[in-house]
């Protein structure tokens, strides 16, 4: 059992951990799955939020929601990809992390995802937390105890 000095950490504010939201790609409600598949392609991210004019969060697109999307009995129907709209086919039922959260939720909900989205009080979308800061700062605790 690893006993940590102090358990403060864990109640530190995410704020200072996120990727802020003007680096992080996404598309929006209305764009195509042609679209949405460029972004991922070439930002080779796994997956994108999707938000509507007003920037608020509305869900994720990844890739293999678009493949199944375009997925024939006989073949990959590619050229359906500009007829589908994101909003039909992103994923909505997913962990949000409030921008007030402590690190403890952060840490819980991470370990079964890559990333959180990072919304406000109005769903504004503000940012992403990783999985990998989350380990980053779990490390530093950790290292801590050697000293």
């Known amino acids: ?18 990727i802020s939201s003007e680096k992080v790609a996404h598309v929006q409600i209305g764009n195509s799955a042609e679209h949405a598949l460029l972004v991922l392609t070439k930002t080779g991210y796994s997956a994108i939020p999707v938000l509507d004019p007003k920037y608020r969060f509305r869900g994720l697109i990844n890739a293999q929601r ?6 024939g009995l006989d073949h990959i129907e590619y050229e359906r990809l500009p007829d589908i709209k994101v909003d039909d086919i992103m994923e909505k039922n997913l962990p949000l992390i409030h921008i007030n959260e402590r690190f403890q939720r952060a840490l819980d909900l991470l370990i079964d995802q890559n990333f959180l989205c990072v919304v406000d009080d109005d769903d504004q979308f503000m940012g992403i937390l990783t999985r990998r800061v989350i380990l980053k700062q779990l490390k530093k605790q950790i290292y801590q105890l050697k000293k």
């Open 66 to 71: 678009i493949t199944d999307a375009i997925l």
């Open 1 to 18: 059992m690893i006993s940590l000095p102090s358990r403060d950490f864990l109640d530190t504010p995410i704020e200072e951990f996120i």
